[in-house]
């Protein structure tokens, strides 16, 4: 069974602060995803990557930083955090190819405040 | 654009009754769309509950069932009986066949109870 871990789990934040957001997997899937959810809301794909040191915006990037140091692990960064990002941040990977199942982490519920 | 719409919640139900939950889904840049029915158990991430990639086909996992119907543009989740453990939250996806975008609906959460 695929493997995502994200850390930490529940994250309160000062406005204005930075913040990152950890996901780690242990399949070697070459896709890893940030998703966020806001009440109410669908699941919306803020960053991707498909390969090491490389990153692709997503449908809300604005705000956000992302960072694939290595196969295994992908960083989500506020480097200034608002109000408006409070929501639960989705990690997810899949492996290369047409038809494979992503795979999601816990989620990290992130507070502004 | 692309987007899913899925039935409010959250939705509360008897053990042994029959669930539906609506899904219905625009594809304006996506050729041939998948559908998806992902869960969310409380503490859990989300998990692929199943998935249809062919029009008119249906999928089936766990007692539910969805219908890929092109002509609706629906993919309603049904189960006949639902029973406790089916409580979660349960999220109607969209994408295509390279997934580097999955649009989800808002998901509905469901209680069953006993």
């Known amino acids: 069974e695929a493997a995502v871990t994200q850390s930490p789990r529940s994250k309160v934040a000062v406005t204005g602060g930075k913040v990152t957001l950890s996901c780690h997997q242990t399949n070697n899937h070459d896709y890893m995803y940030w998703y966020r959810q806001d009440t109410g809301h669908g699941l919306r794909l803020i960053h991707y990557?498909?390969?090491?040191?490389?990153?692709e915006k997503g449908d809300i990037p604005d705000g956000y930083k992302a960072s694939r140091p290595s196969q295994e692990n992908f960083s989500l960064i506020l480097e200034l955090a608002s109000l408006s990002q409070t929501a639960v941040y989705f990690c997810?990977?899949?492996?290369?190819?047409?038809?494979?199942?992503?795979?999601f982490g816990k989620g990290t519920r992130l507070t502004v405040v | 654009g692309d987007s899913v719409t899925q039935t409010e919640g959250p939705v509360t139900v008897s053990e042994s009754e029959s669930l539906i939950i609506n899904c219905t889904y625009s594809?304006?840049?996506?050729?041939?769309?998948?559908l998806f029915w992902y869960v969310r158990y409380p503490g859990e991430g989300l998990q692929l509950l199943l998935k249809?990639?062919?029009?008119?086909q249906k999928g089936s996992s766990r007692g539910f069932e969805a219908t890929y119907n092109k002509e609706t543009t629906s993919f309603h989740l049904q189960k006949a009986s639902v029973q406790e453990s089916d409580s979660a939250v349960y999220y109607c996806?969209?994408?295509?066949?390279?997934?580097?975008?999955?649009?989800f609906g808002s998901g509905t959460k469901l209680t069953v109870e006993p």
């Open positions: 990557s498909y390969v090491a040191d490389s990153t």
């Open positions: 249809v990639i062919t029009a008119g």
């Open positions: 594809a304006t840049s996506i050729a041939y769309p998948n």
């Open positions: 996806a969209l994408g295509e066949s390279n997934y580097n975008v999955l649009y």
């Open positions: 997810a990977s899949r492996r290369t190819g047409p038809n494979t199942e992503v795979f």
